[in-house]
């Protein structure tokens, strides 16, 4: 089953704009969460990541808001850039539990249009 | 530094041949991690080393698979006896042992088996 799930396979969004992506999770054992970019043939780079006792962490254009009691986080940024067009993975992670691995979603295809 | 650094990039073998791949981390990360990217998805967890403690595996990696990590620096993937359904993008990705530590990946290796 899909732990983390991210239900909108794209977005398009204008330059200057703001880009919202969402991200749902079922097991209460996550407690750490990212988001990797991704270009094709690359591996993915790693963009902003919050702990599970925090429910905002920003980092320049990129905010990520934690949502426990929903099980959901979302990335925002803005403003939007052609650049930012990518793939977009959210990630998370059982620190508590002894688990290192990264639990990733399908991922969202953003494309930032000039 | 450069990086996680992934060898070779691109391999194309025939069904029934075996490969290895190679991994090198960041030079001061003890952590790695090998995952698994088929078309469409996030990233799958395969198995990760501490030093060179194997230390997690998922049931994805079957038999014919075998992942070593002998100094603790670099790391190797072998698959023997590939299949068609091997084809996919092999990822490294390495950290440190800090708590909530981020992954940083490598450009990965893609596999096409015939």
């Known amino acids: 089953d899909q732990q983390v799930k991210q239900n909108s396979p794209s977005l398009s969004v204008q330059e200057g704009r703001i880009s919202i992506l969402n991200c749902d999770y079922t097991n209460s054992m996550f407690d750490y969460f990212l988001w990797y970019k991704k270009y094709p043939a690359e591996g993915p780079t790693f963009l902003i990541s919050i702990s599970s006792i925090k429910d905002k962490n920003e980092d320049g254009r990129f905010t990520v808001f934690l949502n426990k009691s929903a099980k959901h986080l979302s990335l925002h940024i803005v403003p939007s850039q052609p650049g930012d067009s990518a793939v977009y993975f959210c990630a998370a992670s059982a620190l508590t539990g002894g688990s290192e691995k990264l639990v990733f979603g399908k991922g969202m295809k953003l494309t930032v249009n000039p | 530094d450069t990086g996680v650094s992934q060898d070779p990039r691109h391999k194309i073998t025939k069904r029934g041949q075996n490969v290895t791949f190679r991994c090198d981390p960041i030079?001061?990360?003890?952590?790695l991690y090998w995952y698994r990217q088929t078309l469409g998805q996030g990233p799958e967890f395969l198995t990760y080393f501490q030093n060179e403690a194997q230390l997690e595996k998922s049931r994805l990696l079957s038999d014919r698979f075998s992942a070593e990590r002998p100094k603790g620096s670099f790391s190797t993937l072998e698959i023997q006896r590939t299949e068609q359904g091997d084809s996919a993008m092999y990822l490294c990705a390495s950290s440190s042992q800090n708590w909530e530590e981020t992954q940083y990946f490598g450009p990965g290796t893609r596999l096409l088996v015939l």
């Open positions: 030079s001061e990360h003890n952590r």
